[in-house]
């Protein structure tokens, strides 16, 4: 009991106290690769991460060599790298993230790998509207977080000294990777509940386009909030899974709008019914 009630107040102490933290760089074996690198993020509130044939083999399901892919909410790259060895370093996966700590790593992790991957790091949010924002953490580590117009917002009461700057993610495509646009067959939002007003934000652009969407249902989304995730993805046609992880082997379920409410947490993919 003592033991737990130590490492408690640890973690309680390290979310409270402002320190960054710097990565190790890690080699995994991968059998259709070889050796695969990855950097971790030191940060100790950082969940577990590993690189595995069974994440690259879930992407190739849905992508293939030479596609043009977005990861927005990239985080430090631990899905980016499956996703950028399932295209090759013939195709490209745009890495958004405008958490300075995060993207960090992320730079050094698009900087590994280079004769498998080609990963492009971007320290942009996604907005409707280009412009700055706030952007603020529950955690003094920055370990999650979010933007917003204020100050003062839901994301918690650390905040950066310095505006992030958000951008259009067509206008910025189209005036940076116009070539790229016709070979996009994937985009992955994790934004810490943020994900539906990425989504809004982009409608256009995934009508037109119509990729292959990864997404996440945040805890905090109400009942109504869900139905209307679920509404905003099915009227664009396209079918909605319930993914149990990103790996190969997943349970993958067919989801139906009731089902929104069956997990608190849960990913979703969503492909086009044509």
Not at 65 to 91: N, Q, Y
Not at 93 to 119: C, M, Q, R
Request: net charge positive; proline share 4%; hydrophobic share 35%.
């Amino acid at each position: 009991m003592f033991s737990y009630l130590k490492k408690k107040f640890e973690k309680y102490k390290i979310k409270r106290t402002f320190k960054e933290y710097g990565h190790k760089v890690e080699e995994y074996n991968l059998p259709e690769f070889g050796k695969v690198s990855f950097a971790k993020w030191e940060n100790p509130l950082e969940a577990e991460k590993h690189i595995t044939q069974g994440q690259v083999d879930f992407y190739k399901k849905i992508i293939k060599k030479g596609d043009f892919i977005i990861d927005i909410g990239t985080h430090i790259g631990d899905s980016t790298i499956p996703m950028a060895l399932a295209v090759g370093k013939e195709g490209t996966v745009l890495g958004f993230d405008p958490n300075p700590y995060v993207y960090k790593i992320l730079e050094k992790n698009a900087s590994l790998n280079k004769n498998l991957t080609n990963i492009i790091p971007l320290p942009f949010a996604i907005t409707t509207q280009e412009g700055e924002f706030f952007y603020s953490s529950s955690e003094a580590t920055y370990n999650n977080g979010g933007i917003a117009e204020t100050q003062q917002n839901r994301h918690g009461k650390y905040g950066l000294n310095e505006k992030v700057k958000g951008v259009n993610l067509e206008k910025f495509l189209n005036e940076n990777y116009p070539s790229q646009i016709s070979k996009l067959t994937l985009i992955k939002i994790d934004t810490e509940g943020y994900d539906t007003e990425i989504l809004k934000s982009i409608l256009p652009f995934i009508k037109k386009t119509k990729p292959s969407l990864i997404f996440e249902c945040f805890p905090k989304l109400n009942k109504s909030e869900r139905y209307f995730l679920y509404d905003l993805v099915a009227d664009l046609g396209y079918e909605l899974f319930y993914v149990e992880a990103f790996d190969t082997n997943t349970k993958k379920q067919l989801i139906k709008r009731e089902n929104m409410t069956d997990w608190k947490h849960f990913d979703i993919l969503a492909i086009p019914k044509n």
